[in-house]
């Protein structure tokens, strides 16, 4: 089966799991998509078929196609992209990919756990993204700097970085509060300057310090100590 003739066959198992009331109010969070491209399938659904998928020939063949039609379609060419074990085909693909996503739903959903043993080459990766030219490959860099180098692999680098982003995108900088809030809670002692010394821009600054308000994760103490670094406006 060619690529071609794979697209009109995903696209029917894909209409097949249709929920239009998901589709109609998942659309509504997503104002970068046209609605007519979102099928209405739910993640674990499409999670469950993506599983099943992923075993045959035609997969192969359908990470061959982009750009993509439907939302639906991207998310899927994601969780086929995370079934990759080799390191190196896995970051091709994914180099690919990045460029065409274009809402944050897809961007998140994606966490390709095959790079959690190669941490030491994978950040070269995210230094380039962070400085990409596409939004969503921006918010993907500092997704992974999130999900993966907030432990051990922890530098005072890497919250650097993500401070230092310009960028006028709610979706880039939404991400870089999710970040530095979720450091607060991961490495407050060490992230805690970035908002003494009011090293980003002011709107991500006082989101931050929203966000990490919000948290469960922060103790009283930290979230009254917070309040007092918001930049009043």
């Known amino acids: 089966m060619t690529p071609k003739e794979v697209i009109p066959k995903v696209q029917q198992d894909l209409f097949a799991m249709q929920d239009l009331e998901y589709r109609d109010f998942h659309a509504k969070l997503m104002p970068t998509v046209e609605k007519e491209s979102v099928i209405g399938v739910r993640v674990p659904v499409l999670r469950t078929y993506a599983k099943k998928f992923g075993k045959t020939e035609e997969a192969k063949q359908f990470l061959k196609i982009l750009p993509h039609q439907y ?9 086929l992209i995370e079934q990759i074990k080799d390191y190196e085909l896995c970051i091709e693909e994914l180099e690919r990919f990045l460029p065409h996503i274009d809402n944050w739903a897809t961007c998140d959903l994606l966490a ?4 959690k043993n190669h941490l030491n080459s994978y950040i070269k990766k995210i230094d380039r993204w962070l400085e990409s030219e596409y939004i969503y490959t921006i918010r993907f860099g500092i997704n992974m700097l999130m999900r993966y180098y907030l ?4 530098k005072l680098e ?3 970085k993500v401070a ?17 809030a979720t450091a607060l809670a991961k490495k407050y002692d060490q992230v805690l ?13 006082n989101k931050t310090i929203q966000k990490a308000i919000e948290s469960y994760r922060i ?4 979230k009254e100590y917070l309040r ?4 009043r406006q």
């Open 71 to 79: 939302y639906e379609e991207n998310n899927l060419h994601g969780l």
């Open 112 to 115: 390709v756990r095959t790079v």
């Open 151 to 154: 432990e051990e692999e922890f």
């Open 158 to 160: 890497y919250p650097g």
């Open 164 to 180: 230092a982003i310009r960028s006028e995108e709610y979706y880039v900088n939404m991400a870089r509060a999710w970040y530095f």
């Open 193 to 205: 300057p970035f908002l003494e010394e009011q090293k980003m821009d002011v709107w991500t600054h």
């Open 219 to 222: 103790t009283p103490e930290q």
């Open 228 to 231: 007092t670094l918001k930049i």
